[in-house]
T-cell receptor, first 110, second 118 residues
Framework: GQQVMQIPQYQHVQEGEDFTTYCNSS?????IQWYKQRPGGHPVFLIQ?????EVKKQKRLTFQFGEAKKNSSLHITATQTTDVGTYFC??????????FGKGTTLSVSS | SAVISQKPSRDICQRGTSLTIQCQVD?????MFWYRQQPGQSLTLIAT?????????ESGFVIDKFPISRPNLTFSTLTVSNMSPEDSSIYLC???????????????FGSGTQLSVL
């Protein structure tokens, strides 16, 4: 069946270091979304990427969608303690429900 | 955007009992979704609830175990029936909010119900 793989599962960084999480789909996606879930909270929508090769930025966060629309990445520059949480990618294939990756849990020490 | 009120926020239940989770949205929405998130895991879609029709269940989830109601465009309930410890999880409702275009909409989530079954 359709799968969305996400790595790494966990990542610990020192404050100020960069962080990247990667998402790969077994099938071509019509679009991909990213969500952040703070500890004890619920997922909150961050962004959606639709076009092949698309790159979007939100302050220190950079999101990319691969040329083949099968992979995506989220890069955080100079992490802060407020960045802690679990980052999920979620992809749509035509005619299907949103499929979530397993998430990458980021911890940041100051 | 959408504001979703979900309750209860948490409950501890005995094996064999049932729990009904309620989800209220501040605007009318066509589809509501129910997800399960087991500890440290991702979100798994249980079912999609449309107003006026039976819910559509994903593989591995059945109506007898997770009956859903959708009486109007702002409200839905999910019941976890005949619970066992394996049902201990966080249950989340969500709605789609669109941009009015052809691309898929983003999801807004309720705050979740943390269920523990003893």
């Amino acid at each position: 069946g359709q799968q969305v793989m996400q790595i790494p599962q966990y990542q610990h960084v020192q404050e100020g270091e960069d962080f990247t999480t990667y998402c790969n789909s077994s099938t071509t996606l019509s679009n991909i979304q990213w969500y952040k879930q703070r500890p004890g909270g619920h997922p909150v929508f961050l962004i959606q990427l639709v076009k092949s090769g698309e790159v979007k930025k939100q302050k220190r966060l950079t999101f990319q969608f691969g040329e083949a629309k099968k992979n995506s990445s989220l890069h955080i520059t100079a992490t802060q303690t407020t960045d802690v949480g679990t980052y999920f990618c979620a992809g749509y294939q035509e005619g299907t429900a949103l499929i979530f990756g397993k998430g990458t849990t980021l911890s940041v020490s100051s | 955007s959408a504001v979703i009120s979900q309750k209860p926020s948490r409950d501890i239940c005995q094996r064999g009992t049932s729990l009904t989770i309620q989800c209220q949205v501040d605007s009318q929405v066509t589809m509501m979704f129910w997800y399960r998130q087991q500890p440290g895991q991702s979100l798994t879609l249980i079912a999609t609830a449309n107003q006026g029709s039976e819910a559509t269940y994903e593989s591995g989830f059945v109506i007898d175990k997770f009956p859903i109601s959708r009486p109007n465009l702002t409200f839905s309930t999910l019941t976890v029936s005949n619970m066992s410890p394996e049902d201990s999880s966080i249950y989340l409702c969500s709605v789609e909010v669109g941009w009015g275009g052809t691309t898929n909409e983003k999801l807004f989530f309720g705050s979740g119900t943390q269920l523990s079954v003893l």
